[in-house]
Each structure stands twice: as structure tokens, then as C-alpha cells.
């Protein structure tokens, strides 16, 4: 379909471990990314983000199934891909004893232009992400955020049709996450097609036009932020930490009226209701009837954290 710049069908990957047994990374993904998108893909440690984008930037071959960006198999024709694609990782890949301008250059050069090209190319982009002022400085000397932009620039001085960011504000300072947002919406608006990844959620809620939450390697939901909220319902998330085990007050929450469903995991109690304030008073009189003292509570109303925690089951993983 020529207005897809991402498409994936039952995407899989195994691994062997080293006691032979196999481990799917990726189980049966099916993806679609429109040209032009701003996408987010959401999901734990461990949920099959970084092998996705592996396979998707032709770094890991799939075992099954079939990814292609552009209408190009990245395994069948990894070149036409990479030459498509840009791609800042985590890391820092940047030149050490090179320029600002001369990252920018050489990379240029790397994608076949001239050398006349390459240098107006880069100072396009030296403007855009206003680093003129340090065309001349040795990335070595930059600080994180600066080095980031110089990041994202390099991976699009020859114009890719996908740009790939992997955790791209992981580690900035609130200031510098917030101009980076203001360069991803830029790039969005003149057309640019992002697939990015964050563990960031009011990330990908301010940018996105649509999200994916990923888990145990399947694709559990795509969709605008409204539409996700919808697929959920319009609840809140009280999450209350007792000073005990919370099993029996989770299993007279199941069958309370204000509660949706219940969680608890230890001293944790987390419940799922459309009325909170109902929810709240019943879980206060009961835990006091059951003398199990409550040290604290959180209340966490419809958000993409709500959709998150409702899909996933939990915020972090180790």
C-alpha cells in the first residue's frame, strides 16, 4: 500500500537460550505506520520494542513473517532500507574527533552526494536544529542535549523516509526534552514519517498521532490517544499501598459495586472504577474493618498511563 511507510505481518523472532530453549522476542506483530505519521510504540522492559525496531532498521533478521518500509523487505533488500531509513539509537554514535558540521558532511558524502551537496545539506540542517554557532566544536565537547540534535540531524541529512528514535530524550533535562518536542513536531509538520520509542508516556501523549502498546511481543493496541482511552473506558486507577498483604481486601473488592476490577500484588491494591469517590470510601471503611492500616494512595485518572497500566498491568519491569 503506497501510503504505508511501515508495514509488518506477522512479524516474529526467536531466540535460542543457552539451555535450548526457545524465547519469542517477537510474537506475530502486525503493524502499520502511515506516511507522514508521528508514531509511538509504548511498552515494559522486555516487551519486544528494541527487536522490533531491530528488524524494522535491518539490524536483527526475523525468523517469521515479513516487515517492510516503504513497500521494501528488509530482508529480502536491506540496502533499498537503509537507504530509506534514518536512525538514532540510544548511544552515541557520533564521530568523536569530528565537527559538528563534519558529522553532518561526512555523512552526506556516505549517501552519495557531492561534496558541495553534502556541506549545503549541512548547513540547512546546522539552521534548523540551531547549532550553527557549533559547526566548528568537536562533539566530544557537547553536552547531552546538544549532542542529540546533532544525532537526529545526521540521521536525516539524506532526506530518509522513516526516521527511527529510540528513546530519543532518555537521560535530558525537562528544558532540552521540551525543544526537542518542538523539532519532532516541526519534522512532523513538513511531512516527516517518525516511529519512535519512549518510556516516556506524556511523551508520546503530546507528540503522537498514534500509539502502539507492545507486550510479550504482540501487538496489544494502535490508535489515537482518544480512541485508546475509549477501548479501556473512561475509568480511574486507585492504587493503594497498605502496611499488609492486600489479597483478602482484593477479593471482597472484586464484588464491591464502585469496582470495575482489582489487582494487588503484596501490600499493593489497585482498583479499576468509573466512580472513584464510591471506590475510595469503600476501600477505606473496609481496609479499617480488616485493621489493615493504609500508608498511601494514588489516583490516576483516564490518561494514556491509564491505558498503559490497563493493557500491561504494571508500569515498570525489570
Known amino acids: 500500500m503506497p501510503d504505508l511507510a511501515i508495514q509488518t505481518i506477522e512479524l516474529g523472532k526467536t531466540y535460542r537460550s543457552h539451555g535450548g530453549e526457545d524465547r519469542a522476542a517477537v510474537n506475530g506483530l502486525t503493524l502499520e505506520v502511515r506516511t507522514g505519521e508521528l508514531f509511538a510504540l509504548l511498552g ?76 549545503k545539506r549541512a548547513d540547512e540542517l546546522l539552521e534548523v536544529f540551531s547549532l550553527t554557532d557549533r559547526a566548528g566544536a568537536l562533539v566530544q565537547t557537547l553536552s547531552g542535549g546538544l549532542a542529540q540534535r546533532v544525532l537526529i540531524a545526521r540521521a536525516i541529512v539524506h532526506r530518509p ?11 535530558l533535562d525537562p528544558q532540552t526534552r521540551v525543544n526537542l518536542w518542538d523539532i519532532l513536531r516541526s519534522m512532523r509538520t513538513e511531512g516527516q514519517t517518525i516511529l519512535l520509542t519512549t518510556h516516556y508516556l506524556e511523551e508520546a501523549e503530546n507528540l503522537c498521532d498514534r500509539i502502539g502498546v507492545i507486550d510479550h511481543g504482540k501487538l496489544l493496541t ?8 475509549a477501548a ?45 469517590e ?32 490497563s493493557l500491561t498491568g504494571r508500569e515498570y519491569r525489570e
Open 44 to 119: 515494559p522492559n522486555g516487551a519486544g520494542k528494541s527487536t522490533t525496531v531491530g528488524i524494522l532498521t535491518t539490524r536483527v533478521r526475523p525468523t517469521s513473517g515479513t516487515a517492510k518500509i516503504t513497500g521494501c523487505d528488509v530482508a529480502a533488500d536491506p540496502v533499498a532500507v537503509k537507504q530509506r531509513i534514518g536512525v538514532v539509537t540510544q548511544h552515541n554514535t557520533l564521530d568523536r574527533q569530528l565537527t559538528v558540521m563534519e558529522n553532518l558532511e561526512f555523512r552526506g558524502r556516505y549517501a552519495g552526494m557531492t561534496t558541495r551537496q553534502a556541506r
Open 232 to 276: 479501556v473506558g473512561d475509568e480511574t486507577v486507585l492504587t493503594f499501598t497498605f502496611s499488609g498483604d492486600t489479597e483478602e481486601l482484593a477479593g471482597k473488592a472484586q464484588h464491591a459495586e464502585a469496582v470495575t476490577s482489582a489487582e494487588h500484588e503484596g501490600a499493593v491494591l489497585r482498583l479499576h472504577t468509573a466512580e472513584p
Open 278 to 309: 464510591r471506590a475510595l470510601e469503600w476501600t477505606l471503611q473496609t481496609a479499617s474493618e480488616l485493621r489493615l492500616p493504609l500508608q498511601d494512595v494514588q489516583i490516576l485518572r483516564p490518561s494514556l498511563e491509564s491505558v498503559f497500566l
Open 161 to 171: 523516509d522513516v526516521l527511527f528514535l529510540d528513546e530519543p530524550t532518555s537521560g
Open 222 to 229: 494502535t490508535g489515537t490517544l482518544a480512541e485508546l482511552k
